[in-house]
């Protein structure tokens, strides 16, 4: 069984700067089919003019291409995410993140990977886990096992006690 993971727009950004990586291995994992991708459409527009943005039209296109080419991808329907929408709205501080956290939750995705900590409140891990790349890839190596939704919601506590940008 392939994990199930929704990445965020900054895990394609990152593995993109950088060659290698947390974000870069697991994008590799993605297009060598060992992880199951969940995304959305309103995802793969964000990564769109994102790319489109910051690195021109031609890595946008080939962005989304890499990400619609994952052989283990499950794309979430409006109609889908928008009936977790609701659901999740309440935990999410940024609502430009709410769709990708309902779209996570409406695929059960085990994980949203993402490095923005700040966009959720605690609650949000009783609907859907927030991962680091860092917390996950010792998992598909075999180094560790897969972490739980306690210790990656302890994670983001011990991160929140110490950042000035946490949720108060």
């Not at 060992?34 to 962005?63: I, K, P, Q, T, W």
């Not at 939750?105 to 700040?118: D, F, I, K, W």
């Not at 790349?133 to 190596?141: D, I, K, N, T």
């Not at 210790?151 to 950042?163: T, V």
């Amino acid at each position: 069984m392939h994990r199930r993971l929704f990445l965020d727009t900054n895990i394609y950004a990152r593995a993109h700067i950088e060659d290698e990586g947390p974000s870069s291995a697991l994008v590799t994992l993605a297009v060598n089919g060992s992880l199951a991708v969940v995304a959305s459409e309103h995802l793969v527009n964000e990564v769109s003019r994102f790319f489109r943005n910051e690195f021109g039209r031609d890595e946008a296109y080939r962005m989304r291409a890499t990400i619609l080419a994952f052989p283990e991808l499950q794309v979430v329907d409006r109609l889908r995410w928008e009936r977790s929408l609701a659901l999740v709205a309440p935990f999410v501080r940024d609502r430009t993140d709410g769709p990708h956290f309902a779209a996570a939750r409406a695929a059960g995705a085990e994980a949203l990977v993402s490095y923005n900590r700040r966009s959720i409140l605690a609650g949000m891990f009783d609907l859907v886990s927030l991962a680091t790349p860092e917390s996950v890839l010792p998992a598909f190596s075999g180094s560790a096992d897969w972490p739980s939704k306690d210790a990656l919601r302890r994670a983001w506590e011990e991160w929140a006690r110490r950042s000035p940008r946490a949720p108060q």
